[in-house]
Every structure is written in C-alpha cells, then in structure tokens.
C-alpha cells in the first residue's frame, strides 16, 4: 500500500532543493570533490528519467559518493562541516533510491551501508531538526527494502533497527502532528515483512506506547480504564466533535495502519497489547467513533486479526468493551466497502458463537481475570450477587477474591473508580456470604477497604465505608 509522502517532509525538501548551494566555495575548502560535483550536478535539477539513466550507467560511483570506497570519503563525511551540503545531498540520495532501484540494491550490498547516516540521528534532540529527519527516511527506505528483499536480512539492517526506532520515538512522542505522521509513515514502510515486525515488537516501549498516546488523545481517553468510556456508555454525540485531542484523521489512518499490519503477528502480539494497553476496549471506541469508511474498515480487521488469534484471552474483553451490540449498530449504517462488510460478518460471528455461551457469572469472571474492573452490569446486580456469591468465593480454590485482592492492592492513581468497584464486589461478597468473612479476611480485603475509607476519592471513601459496614454488621449480629 503506497501512502502520499508526509506533507511535513514534502514541504522540507522542496525547500532544501530550491535552496542555491555554493558549490564552488564547498569545492576550495575541500568539503567535496571535484568528482562528486560531477556527479551530483549530472543528476540534478533534470528529468526523472533522464536521472535514473545516469545512475544506473555509473551504479558504483554514485555508491561511493554517499558511502565512499575505501579509498574516498563519501559527500557525508567530507562535507560534514557544512549542514547546507548534506541537507541538499541528504534529500538528493533519498530521491536517488526511490527512483533508481538498482542504486538501493548496491547500497544494501556495501559492506556497512548504513554507517553515514545513523550518526546524523543522533545530531541533535531537537525533533524539528532537518537532518535527522532526513536521515531518517533515508535510513527507514533502505531497512524496508532490506527486510522485503530477504527473510534473513543482512545483521548491518538488524543492527540499524534500535537506533532509528528510538529515533522515530522522539517524533512520534512530539506534539507536532507533522512529525509523528513522518514516524508513523517510516515505520509502515518498515513493517511489510514478519521479520521487521517482530523486531517493531521487540521494541514496543518505544514503537507502540506513543502510538497508543495519540490514539487514545483521539478517543477522548488519556489514560488506561476510563470506565465510563470503556464500557460503552460513551457515544459519538456525548464527545465534542469527532476525534478528540485534534488528532487528524490522516494521522489516525496511518496508525492504524500501523497496527493492521503489526495485527498480522497477532498470536504474538496480542494478549501484550491488552495487557499494557487496554488495546480491545480502546479499538472499540475508535470504531464507536470512526468518522469514515477506510478508518472503520481497518479496525474491524485489526479486531478481527486480534480475537481469532486470542479467543481465549481477548474476547471476553471485547464482551466487556460491548463490541457485539456496536457490531450490530454498524449493520445499521449505510456500508459499501465489501472488504468491511466481510470483516463485519466475520467478526460478529465470531462474537456471536462465544457469547451464546457465556453467562454473567463468566462474564464477572472474565472482568476480574482482566486486572481491571469496570461499571458493568453485574456489580450492581442484587440477583446477580444473590446467585453467584457463593461461587464466585469458592469456585477453582477461590482465585477470584484473590484477583480481587490482587486490584485492590494497587494504587490506581489514574482510576479510583476500579478501587470503588472491587469495594462494592467485597460488600456483596460479605453481604451475600457472610459466613466466608475470615477467608476473605485473611487476603487483606477488610484491612484494604478500611484503609481506603481514608481516601481523597469520595466513592471511593463511600464504597470502602459500605464493605466495611457490612463486616462490623455481621460482626455485632453475632
């Protein structure tokens, strides 16, 4: 799939090919030869064609202008000095390896093909720096060929990896939405091939977490577990407009490309994505909000890629995120795409087989195995804690109140609303099967709730006072 270049990046090199370079002065101070002159001006400023004609009849020259020879520096090193000469010559070899597929393959073949320009990334910290960034593409265009080319890339493209992932970090972490559209677009062209996205993978703390950042800016979510929103109540109209955080939608449709082709390793990735980020739940509102047809159709297939690969795991996370009844919202919609209907169908199938299935009490049980609670439907159920205390205190030797115990124990600072939760669950526990209090007692739970009844969160405070109203209860009763 072939995406329009980053108009940041179109921008920036127009300006630097427009730009007069006093190559004779650059000449005089031996900052570049003589011949590579030569070469530089036979291919610039002409035709297409007529550039690619010249190359591919002196492949090995121009090899040696940006790599040298063992015997010559390359322009990069001689004209190190002069940041106007290697922008203009940073630009020039980009445009050189799009067009000229030959002078790719050459490059790929020296023997350190990449020693130039992995330094530059490193030149400054400062992201709108031009340098870098031109390198970078440079550096991201010979990887992705690297990685298509052969399932056993050359170790000098593996080796190249860290360096430009932590790199393209920095702009994807940026606030500038034209530099995390370059990041986004380079690590697309990278992750056509199962060997690059293994390694994207390997790397997750700085590849994926921005990428989850601006997504969940556009969902109107900045942190893991907004209950509210995760559970479903949310809808496109309780949201300003669209997308929030600003984000565009191109820079939306090429992250999510992103996670389209990563979703191609979903038997890897997937149980990994959940864990650290809440990846299901977060799609779903993504989809709940999806302003067009191609942002929609990616995610229907990045959800579909997800659940097939990790039943087990990931679709009681979508249950809880109410995915099956957006699936059939999305029937409702006037959709044309064929490749979206069939994603659609596919999934809600899918959907459709594991919860004819499931009852509440599995549904309970999938939330707290999840690590994070949230406001759905059984929590404040008095028929549902009437029926399913008991068992939910001494089913499989009790794991369920010791997950419970388990959340409880952390602070969440970016979600009270899950320690209010599981002190509700413990007040129903206590209410429903008073008779189990010790057990419960020796997890830590009635110490937990009575420490919490100090808390800044008003319910979180209220729920607390309630669990523990319900032991002091049965504590005088007897």
């Known amino acids: 799939m072939s995406l329009d270049p980053p108009s940041y990046l179109f921008s920036l090199q127009n300006n630097i090919r427009q730009r007069p370079i006093p190559w004779d002065g650059a000449v005089r101070a031996n900052h570049i030869s003589d011949a590579d002159l030569k070469k530089i001006k036979a291919v610039d400023k002409v035709r297409r064609n007529e550039r690619k004609e010249k190359v591919e009849a002196d492949v090995d020259g121009y090899r ?284 809600t199938e899918l959907l459709d087989e594991y919860t004819r299935t499931q009852t509440t009490f599995d549904e309970y049980a999938a939330e707290v195995r999840s690590g994070h609670l949230h406001w759905s439907p059984p929590h404040r159920n008095g028929t549902f804690w009437a029926e399913n205390a008991r068992k939910i205190i001494s089913e499989l030797q009790g794991e369920l109140p010791k997950k419970l115990a388990e959340i409880m124990a952390k602070p969440w600072d970016n979600d009270k609303q899950v320690l209010a939760i599981a002190c509700n669950d413990v007040a129903c526990l206590v209410k429903e099967v008073p008779e189990q209090r010790a057990k419960l007692e020796k997890l830590g739970l009635k110490a937990r709730c009575l420490e919490l009844m100090g808390s800044a969160d008003e319910q979180v405070r209220w729920e607390s006072l309630r669990a523990t109203g319900e032991w002091l209860r049965y504590s005088f009763d007897r």
């Not at 034209?178 to 994207?200: P, W």
């Open 64 to 347: 040696a202008l940006f790599l040298g020879n063992g015997s010559t520096k390359g322009v990069f090193e001689s004209a190190a000095k002069r940041p106007d000469v290697v922008q203009y010559t940073l630009v020039l070899a980009a445009d050189l390896i799009d067009d000229v597929p030959a002078l790719s393959t050459s490059l790929l073949a020296h023997p350190t093909p990449y020693k130039p320009f992995l330094p530059l990334l490193s030149q400054s910290s400062t992201p709108e720096d031009p340098i870098p960034l031109l390198a970078s593409t440079i550096i991201s265009s010979l990887v992705a060929r690297a990685f298509a080319k052969s399932s056993r890339p050359s170790p000098q493209s593996e080796k190249a990896l860290p360096d430009l992932f932590k790199y393209l970090s920095m702009l994807a972490n940026s606030q500038d939405s034209g530099l995390q559209d370059i990041a986004v677009q380079e690590y697309s062209a990278i992750l056509r091939s199962e060997k690059s996205r293994k390694a994207f993978w390997l790397h997750k703390e700085e590849t994926i977490t921005p990428l989850v950042a601006i997504l969940r800016t556009a969902a109107g979510v900045q942190s893991n577990g907004d209950s509210t929103v995760w559970s479903g109540a949310a809808s496109v109209r309780s949201l300003d407009s669209g997308l929030g955080g600003g984000v565009g939608l191109q820079l939306l449709y090429h992250i999510l490309l992103v996670f389209w082709q990563l979703s191609f390793e979903s038997g890897l990735v997937g149980d990994g994505l959940e864990e650290d980020h809440e990846i299901i739940p977060l799609f779903t509102q993504l989809l709940r909000l999806s302003p067009k047809e191609k942002t929609t159709r990616l995610l229907l297939s990045i959800l579909l890629n997800l659940l097939s690969a990790n039943k087990s795991s990931l679709l009681p996370a979508a249950t809880l995120a109410r995915l099956p009844v957006l699936l059939q919202n999305l029937k409702g919609r006037h959709l044309t795409d064929a490749d979206l209907l069939e994603d659609l169908s596919a999934l």
